[in-house]
């Protein structure tokens, strides 16, 4: 598919204003769309039309009949774990009523393809196997997890019965410049301010828990060569689903360690209570993304030094 007009909903956000970046430097006219829950206009770059409003409202129909676009791109979302846990129908609210609303324009004004982005550390479930292949049973265990692995579901009917194509990506941890600090997935945003400001950094359990992290800017890449990829008529849900990561675990104690030689700040750490309903392990086992071209630019510690740069600049 050659550039053409692409909306990034969520793009005013972390990863999402990334994607749009990326975008934008492969040629597309790129509209970002978001409520400013958690993401910033400040975010964008100036050249992405920016439209203020919810998935979930009836204007978004509007906005798509004006905009014209070839590709949605839909990374807005709810995206806490806790809050999925504690308000289940509001985390459904977003994450399968308002990819709906998106999913029904999208077949109305004939959309060529529909970027969906799931996640690799919740609709597996605690894996079996490392790295998890795409294959993998699922087992959301929480109801972020079922609503992000429902919207694949979605997707795959609606495949089937109106002929929207689709690509899902299951990240796997994402973290680099603009992450939110105060957000759970965010370990790397939280030690980073937390080293630069001279606090002690809180491990929960032995720190041995593992998680396979991935550079934004390498996550932004996948989403453009899945955007122009060639994609199969897919048979079950896994066909269309790309696992985006590093392949690599990398332990709590493993990721401080890592951070504090990259800021070269002695920091202190100090153990907590190990959190109930965490996962212990996760990697992602990403061939057939690799497959399509993708591969990490960047190694842990250069995305590392990239993030720890940006945070200690916003002093
Ligand atoms: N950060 C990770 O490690 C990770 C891992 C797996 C999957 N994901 C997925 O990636 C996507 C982006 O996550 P992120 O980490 O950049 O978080 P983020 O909070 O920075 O981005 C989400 C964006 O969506 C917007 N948004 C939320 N609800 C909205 C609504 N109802 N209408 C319009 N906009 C809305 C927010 O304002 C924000 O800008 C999400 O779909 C998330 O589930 C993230």
Redesign the pocket.
Known sequence: MSPGKVLV??G?????SHVCEAYLADGWEVTA???????RKENLPPDVRFIEL???DDGIREVFKDGKFDVVNH?????DVRTSVDKPRYDAS?NID?VLNLVESSIEFGLSRFVF?S?G?VVYGEPTNLPVPRTAPKGPLSPYGVSKLTSEYYLQAFRKLHGLEYVALR?S??FGPRQ?PHGE?GVVAIFSQRIRDGQTLSVFGDGKQTRDYVFVKDVAAANVLVTHADLPEPEGLDDVAFNVGMGIETSVNELAAALIGVAGIETEIKREPARPGELFRNSLDCKETRALGWGPAYTLETGLAETYEFIAGQR
């Not at 769309?33 to 993401?39: A, F, Q, Y």
């Not at 990374?75 to 995206?79: K, L, N, R, W």
Request: charge should be negative.
């Open positions: 909903t969520g005013a956000g972390f990863i999402g769309l978001d409520n400013l829950s958690t993401g919810d998935i979930r990374h807005a979302a709810q995206i977003i308002g982005i996640s550390g990240y941890n994402v939110d997935a």
